[in-house]
């Protein structure tokens, strides 16, 4: 069996890229095949040595239909806020330096640094005395991310 190279080899670029069939998309690729049609860092392997080794089924999918499967696969991602207590709060805020941490239209609000993946993060609220979590995007506008929790707070 080759071992597989670390490397891309130069001149050549990502072109399609390689999806398990047997399992539902988690916001990865299997694999980047290359334009020499080989796959990424497998040593020059074919998507048919590739899948033989492996032993699971694969599809190549182009960039476009990926960016269609990852936004979907984020838009899935993102809750509702749920109510916590005011300890859980706290231990957010203070377990990394708070990102965007401001107040918009009475919100109290800030997200924690680490990303759960791509760009979605742990988002933590506060208004009129209740405590809140949700997930969303990092880069969301603090009047959405407001309004997201009032309409929460009054539900």
């Not at 290359?34 to 492996?54: F, M, R």
Request: with cysteine.
């Amino acid at each position: 069996m080759r071992q597989p190279s670390l490397e891309i080899p130069e001149g050549n670029s990502v072109v399609q890229f390689l999806m398990r069939t047997d399992q539902p998309y988690r916001g990865h690729v299997e694999a980047h095949l290359l334009a020499d049609e080989t796959v990424a860092y497998s040593g020059g392997q074919t998507v048919a040595e590739y899948q033989a080794i492996h032993g699971y089924p694969l599809r190549i999918i182009e960039e476009a239909e990926l960016e269609a499967l990852s936004d979907a696969f984020l838009a899935d991602c993102v809750t509702a806020p749920e109510l916590i207590d005011e300890e859980r709060f706290d231990d957010a805020l203070n377990c990394l330096p708070p990102c965007r941490w401001n107040t918009v239209r009475g919100v109290n609000m800030f997200h924690i640094s680490e990303r759960i993946t791509h760009n979605l993060v742990n988002w933590y609220a506060k208004l009129n005395g209740q405590y809140w979590r949700f997930i969303d995007f990092d880069n969301r506008p603090g009047d959405e991310l407001a309004a997201k929790v009032a309409a929460a707070a009054q539900a």
